[in-house]
T-cell receptor
Framework: DVKVTQSSRYLVKRTGEKVFLECVQD?????MFWYRQDPGLGLRLIYF???????EKGDIPEGYSVSREKKERFSLILESASTNQTSMYLC?????????????FGQGTRLTVV | AQKITQTQPGMFVQEKEAVTLDCTYD???????LFWYKQPSSGEMIFLIY??????QNATEGRYSLNFQKARKSANLVISASQLGDSAMYFC?????????????FGGGTRLMVKP
């Protein structure tokens, strides 16, 4: 059973804290993505990675960074959490070089910054 | 650049009736794929159906079918015989052949509510 696993379902953090969201996939996928989901806005791409140590900015990278040291793990980092980063965060992975295959998603992390 | 538009923020449907969820897209890619995902209240994203830009026939998966009209750039999801368990958010998405990582671009979603 293929899996994308996010480290936490729910997180509550204080303003100014450094926050790490971890994502691990066991499908040997090249591509990994971090999305943010807000009501009425759908899923917006924060960052993605198409190889180890490679990263590309998505549509809303400000306030975030990422790390991909191993193929199976993609971390999203909030350097200094702010209340406007309260949201649902979804990690996804896809096979490399193929545009006609679906993405597999983690269960989501609902982050609240107080 | 890719763009997906879902114009129905919320919809009601009577149980056992069919419902169509609208999706229009814009892309400059020659080859692309269109996807529909379901997100129940639990939050996970469930892949429902895929349509390739060169597929001549509309995709079907059980009660789900995709009404693909390439000239109109639309990819509407049709759910037949709605069930209470179909109540969820539905997202239309696309991937193209001309961007690094072949990233998935999503629409804003439609919340479907099935009435008993």
């Amino acid at each position: 059973d293929v899996k994308v696993t996010q480290s936490s379902r729910y997180l509550v953090k204080r303003t100014g804290e450094k926050v790490f969201l971890e994502c691990v996939q066991d499908m040997d996928h090249e591509n990994m993505f971090w999305y943010r989901q807000d009501p009425g806005l759908g899923l917006r791409l924060i960052y993605f990675s198409y190889d180890v140590k490679m990263k590309e900015k998505g549509d809303i990278p400000e306030g975030y960074s990422v790390s991909r040291e191993k193929k199976e793990r993609f971390s999203l980092i909030l350097e200094s959490a702010s209340t406007n980063q309260t949201s649902m965060y979804l990690c996804a992975s896809t096979e490399g070089g193929l545009w006609n295959t679906e993405a597999f998603f983690g269960q989501g992390t609902r982050l609240t910054v107080v | 650049a890719q763009k997906i538009t879902q114009t129905q923020p919320g919809m009601f449907v009577q149980e056992k009736e069919a419902v169509t969820l609208d999706c229009t897209y814009d892309t400059s890619d020659q080859s692309y794929g269109l996807f529909w995902y379901k997100q129940p209240s639990s939050g996970e994203m469930i892949f429902l159906i895929y349509q390739g830009s060169y597929d001549e026939q509309n995709a079907t998966e059980g009660r789900y079918s995709l009404n693909f009209q390439k000239a109109r750039k639309s990819a509407n999801l049709v759910i037949s015989a709605s069930q209470l368990g179909d109540s969820a958010m539905y997202f239309c998405a696309m991937r193209g052949d001309n961007n690094a990582g072949n990233m998935l671009t999503f629409g804003g979603g439609t919340r479907l509510m099935v009435k008993p």
